[in-house]
C-alpha cells in the first residue's frame, strides 16, 4: 500500500506524464480515465493514494468519492484532489472534505504534488495502522 498510486483523469495527456513522473519516484501507478473504473479498482483491492480529477465525463470526481464513501471503500485509500477547476467548491467539500487530503490545481506544481503525495503517504500508513 505504500507506495501504490491511482491517477483518475479523462486526459491521456496527464495520465501519461503523471503516471511517468510518479514511477520515476518508485510508485506503482494504476491510470484510470473515468470514476466507474476507479470503483473497479478500489473493488479489486487496490489500496493506496488516489489523485482524483473532478471535471470528467459519465461520473465526476465528486461523485466518485461519494461512491467510494457510500461504497466502505474509503478504508484503505486517501484522496488528493487535481483539477483545472480554478475555485474550490465549498459545498461538496463541506460535505466529502473529511475524505479529502489534498486540493490541487492544475497546472500542477509537480514538486508541490510530488510533497503532497509523500506526507499523503504517511498520512495514510497512521490512518490503517
Known amino acids: ?13 496527464v495520465l501519461s506524464s503523471l503516471k511517468t513522473i510518479f514511477e ?4 506503482e501507478v494504476i491510470t484510470v480515465e473515468n470514476g466507474y473504473k476507479c470503483l473497479e479498482e478500489l473493488k479489486k ?8 480529477d473532478l471535471m470528467m465525463p459519465g461520473m465526476d ?8 464513501v457510500n ?3 474509503i478504508k484503505n485509500v486517501a ?13 461538496r467539500l463541506g460535505v466529502l472534505g473529511p475524505y479529502i487530503y489534498d486540493y490541487l490545481s492544475k497546472p500542477l506544481d509537480i514538486n508541490e504534488l510530488i510533497n503532497s503525495v509523500e506526507k499523503c503517504k504517511t498520512y495514510l500508513s497512521a490512518k490503517n495502522s
Not at 500500500?1 to 495527456?13: L, Q, S, T
Not at 470526481?61 to 467510494?68: L, Y
Open 45 to 52: 483491492g487496490f489500496r493506496g493514494i488516489i489523485l482524483m
Open 1 to 13: 500500500m505504500d507506495n501504490k498510486i491511482m491517477i483518475v483523469d479523462d486526459e491521456p495527456d
Open 61 to 68: 470526481g465528486w461523485d466518485t468519492i461519494k461512491e467510494i
Open 79 to 91: 484522496i488528493e484532489i487535481i483539477t483545472g477547476r480554478g475555485t474550490k467548491d465549498h459545498k
Open 71 to 73: 461504497r466502505g471503500l
Open 24 to 27: 520515476k519516484h518508485n510508485y
